[in-house]
């Protein structure tokens, strides 16, 4: 009896203690009201945003020194204005053609031979039939991702010196007369880069291809069995059209990266011998900003690069949608 | 039934092939990581003759020994393990703690919020304005520069979302109930049921953080604040190239061949914490992959 009394009462009494007194209309008081509420859950995302305001927003703010003429001393507002120098600098820079041929080639054969790979392997490694063989290929094809690309480098500066073990075995056949220096041609750079590269990743990348195979109902492959399908049928009739979404949407993510040449393998595996094959958009980013503190140019011609990537993207995104049904956006 | 089991001809001998296959796979994988290993093992002088591919020929510990006795190794070994650890912990937590918040339906400002991070997945200042900013926020020269540019990622944040809405919203109301607010929530109801998922994402970002040599060749100039991948650098990227230098003049120096067998056990050194951690969190970071990148 009591309680009802009470919870009666308290309708009238809400308005005068309610926020609503002070703030005016009802809706925002409510919100007001959620909002105290939520505090705690509020501060956690707002202390979220506030980090991606200063290490995201603030440095896409500062790409506006490509149009300036950056002076280290002085801040990005201070700076005067130069339009489009910087861009029509690169156009007409000796190295402007090599540095792109050296990007886009690098890029191009990692994503039409590093991609099909791993999808390539996690289905011929879906079809190992022994457990624990399967897990123990799977768990060593995954070490080398755990490897940084400066031991790596190391590694590959081992087997291909003067004395290490590629020019031994190729002399010992009688091959070649003479060791080559393979990291100081820069005709062999590419194929280290990417064949070093599907060294490396080519387990973890079949990561995400196995767990998506391991979804596909096994009444799939029954049915198929009973029709008469071999192993290889199977592979390409049952399991590649199950997963195909993720196929996509990692085409459509690869694509996006493609210009993102590696720059720590780039960094490793370069050397002034090399440099007319291993000079690429990121390393002369970095070489012409922080290493000769060209700092205007070298933003211009890193926006250049992230607006080719944007609509590779976009580009990439709008295939996958019409030809496969899957999109990121 | 028994006549579908039954292999046919053709199934064994793909079977056999498969299996072939794969056993090649893993000694192309293995054996360049056990070449160096027999290397390091062995007499610098006597590796430089060549030829060891299966065992040590002379086997020794010295280059072992010159590793732990090298005080700026040492150090930047130290500076490798603090910052993982510390990186690692504070990654963990903080993108926990924002995705926590953004998992929530009723959050207000919610859905601009997961905006405001989605274009940070796609657009970036790039190298010379995050540059400009670590020098802005004074952190060139400071053991902080591993830690707070990488403290938060929106792709972690998407994994940890992604596994927080599929909690079940009766543990959340039991807790809300018995008094908890939102912290309590998070620390002691939410990251207790959440094994799976900060493993993956902390084997992701102590990878990073063990072979990351970037940030301290870019930020980083003294040498006792440098983590050992970027004296790893210094020394692959130096050595190789004078050795290279050497190479195309046509003559060799034994002096080299003895800083090639400390490189290499260097190499040992860096690489055996990390290969020992990864088969323990492997059940894990399958699932945890397969959440994030779906639905990324």
């Not at chain 2, 072992?64 to 603090?82: C, D, H, L, N, R």
């Amino acid at each position: 009896m009591e309680n009802k009394k009470v919870a009666g009462a308290q309708p009238a009494l809400a308005p005068l203690t309610s926020p609503n007194f002070e703030t005016g209309s009802g809706k925002r008081s409510s919100l007001w009201k959620r909002l105290v509420a939520q505090r705690h859950l509020q501060i956690m995302a707002l202390l979220g945003v506030v980090w991606m305001i200063i290490f995201n927003y603030i440095p896409m703010y500062g790409i506006i020194i490509a149009f300036k003429e950056f002076n280290i001393v002085k801040s990005i507002s201070e700076a005067p204005w130069v339009g489009l120098t910087h861009f029509r600098e690169f156009l007409d820079d000796d190295n402007l053609v090599n540095v792109i041929r050296n990007t886009l080639g690098i890029s191009l054969i990692k994503l039409f031979i590093g991609f099909p790979l791993p999808i390539i392997f996690a289905l011929f490694l879906n079809e190992i039939r022994n457990v624990r063989f399967k897990k123990s290929i799977q768990t060593i094809s995954y070490l080398p991702h755990f490897l940084s690309w400066v031991v790596l480098g190391g590694i590959l500066a081992t087997w291909l010196a003067d004395v290490g073990i590629i020019n031994n075995i190729l002399l010992a056949l009688h091959l070649i007369d003479q060791p080559i220096s393979y990291l100081a041609e820069p005709s062999y750079f590419w194929t280290i880069v990417i064949s070093s590269d599907i060294w490396k990743e080519l387990g973890w990348s079949a990561i995400i291809y196995l767990a998506a195979i391991s979804g596909v109902s096994p009444e799939m492959y029954e049915a198929a069995t009973i029709d008469g399908a071999g192993r290889f049928q199977k592979m390409f009739y049952v399991t590649l059209p199950s997963i195909k979404s993720t196929i996509g949407i990692l085409f459509i993510l690869a694509v996006s990266g493609v210009l993102n040449s590696n720059f720590d393998q780039i960094l490793v595996l370069r050397n002034s011998l090399n440099d007319s094959a291993s000079n690429v958009i990121d390393y002369y980013v970095y070489y012409t900003g922080i290493l000769n503190g060209r700092f205007s140019y070298s933003t211009a011609v890193g926006l250049l690069k992230s607006v080719i990537a944007m609509v590779l993207l976009v580009i990439a995104n709008q295939v996958s949608k019409k030809i496969n049904d899957t999109s990121l956006f | 039934m028994f006549a579908l089991n039954r292999k046919t001809k053709g199934e064994a001998l793909f079977d056999i092939i498969n299996n072939i296959l794969m056993l090649c796979i893993c000694f192309i994988t293995l054996y360049p990581i056990w070449y160096v290993l027999v290397n390091a093992f062995n007499n610098g002088n006597d590796a430089m003759q060549g030829g060891i591919y299966w065992w040590p020929r002379m086997f020794t510990l010295e280059n072992f020994k010159a590793v732990f006795e090298s005080p700026g190794i040492m150090q930047s070994m130290w500076i490798t393990v603090a910052k993982t650890l510390i990186g690692v912990v504070a990654h963990v937590f903080f993108t926990a703690m924002v995705a926590y918040a953004f998992s929530r339906r009723n959050l207000i400002g919610g859905r601009f919020y997961m905006i405001l991070g989605t274009i940070t997945m796609f657009f970036g200042g790039g190298l010379i304005p995050s540059f400009l900013l670590i020098r802005d926020l004074h952190l060139l020269e400071n053991f902080m520069v591993y830690i707070i540019p990488v403290l938060f990622s929106f792709f972690d944040l998407i994994i940890f979302m992604t596994f927080f809405r599929e909690i079940p919203d009766g543990l959340e109301e039991a807790a809300r109930i018995d008094g908890a607010n939102d912290w309590s929530i998070f620390l002691r109801v939410v990251l207790p049921v959440s094994m799976p998922v900060i493993a993956t994402i902390a084997l992701f970002h102590g990878v990073y953080q063990w072979n990351d040599y970037f940030t301290g060749m870019i930020y980083i100039n003294n040498e006792s604040l440098q983590p050992i991948q970027t004296y790893l650098y210094r020394v692959v990227a130096q050595s190789s190239s004078s050795q290279m230098m050497v190479a195309v003049q046509g003559s060799a120096a034994t002096k080299t061949v003895t800083s090639q067998s400390i490189k290499l056990a260097t190499m040992v050194v860096t690489t055996l914490p990390i290969v020992f951690v990864y088969p323990f969190l492997q059940r894990y970071f399958v699932k945890g992959m397969m959440i994030g990148s779906i639905k990324g």
